[in-house]
């Protein structure tokens, strides 16, 4: 099994650019989320799905879209990127079930010119 | 606001001796709680969870303490080693607002084992 796979690894915009971050899981998981991490911070939570066709807002979800059309994968689209959104991207998935732990990609890099 | 915090940024122990790793929260909407493991350029793993009708719960080297009035949870490694040298979140979710893939995170506490 791949797990939760990200891509690219590491992306450099320029202000205004826009992009979308790959996410893909394997596992069958309902639940699927994003989270940035900042230096000195810890991860924070952009947004979220519980399932196909469902989708919510985390802590941190300005400047960001995302859509889930499928179990399998939940892409997070920045429409027009600015240098607060430079940071490190982790997609995450899980069961639906109580206790079910995340499972984490291996991350993407993001840096805003 | 930080709902969960983990005061000590580092950590330095000898291998073979314990790591203690602190956790503090303030949302007493949290009822379960977590500790991931990160590696460098790699994505945090999950390395061991207590519910709180729990205080205690093992794995293997690993234990996670958990003091509910005192809205405090440690990570107990013993012996540690070398390979255990990470960053070590700490995070919590509350069945009331959410489920585990809602984690609130600390901002993590970097392990060192010195051979």
């Known amino acids: 099994n791949a797990g939760v796979t990200q891509t690219p690894k590491f992306q450099v915009l320029k202000t205004g650019q826009s992009m979308t971050l790959q996410c893909a899981q394997d596992?069958?998981?309902?639940?699927m989320s994003w989270y940035r991490q900042d230096p000195g911070m810890g991860l924070r939570l952009i947004h979220y799905?519980?399932?196909?066709?469902?989708?919510d807002q985390g802590e941190v979800p300005n400047g960001y879209n995302v859509s889930r059309s499928t179990t399998e994968d939940f892409p997070l689209r920045l429409l027009s990127a600015a240098p607060s959104q430079t940071s490190v991207y982790f997609c995450?998935?899980?069961?639906?079930?109580?206790?079910?732990?995340?499972?984490f990609g291996n991350g993407t890099r993001l840096t805003v010119t | 606001d930080q709902q969960v915090k983990q005061n000590s940024p580092s950590l330095s122990v000898q291998e073979g001796r314990i790591s203690i790793l602190n956790c503090d929260y303030t949302?007493?909407?949290?009822?379960?709680f977590l500790w991931y493991k990160k590696y460098p350029a790699e994505g945090p793993t999950f390395l061991i969870s207590?519910?709180?009708?729990?205080d205690k719960n093992e794995d293997g080297r690993f234990t996670v303490f958990l003091n509910k009035s005192a809205k405090h949870l440690s990570l107990h490694i013993v012996p540690s080693q070398p390979g255990d040298s990470a960053v070590y979140f700490c995070?919590?979710?509350?069945?009331?607002?959410?489920?585990?893939?809602?984690?609130?995170f600390g901002k993590g506490t970097l392990l060192t084992v010195n051979p």
């Open positions: 995070a919590a979710s509350g069945r009331g607002g959410g489920s585990n893939y809602k984690l609130t």
């Open positions: 949302n007493s909407m949290f009822d379960y």
């Open positions: 995450a998935s899980s069961y639906r079930s109580n206790n079910s732990p995340l499972h």
């Open positions: 799905s519980v399932g196909a066709g469902i989708t």
């Open positions: 596992m069958n998981h309902e639940y």
């Open positions: 207590i519910s709180s009708i729990k």
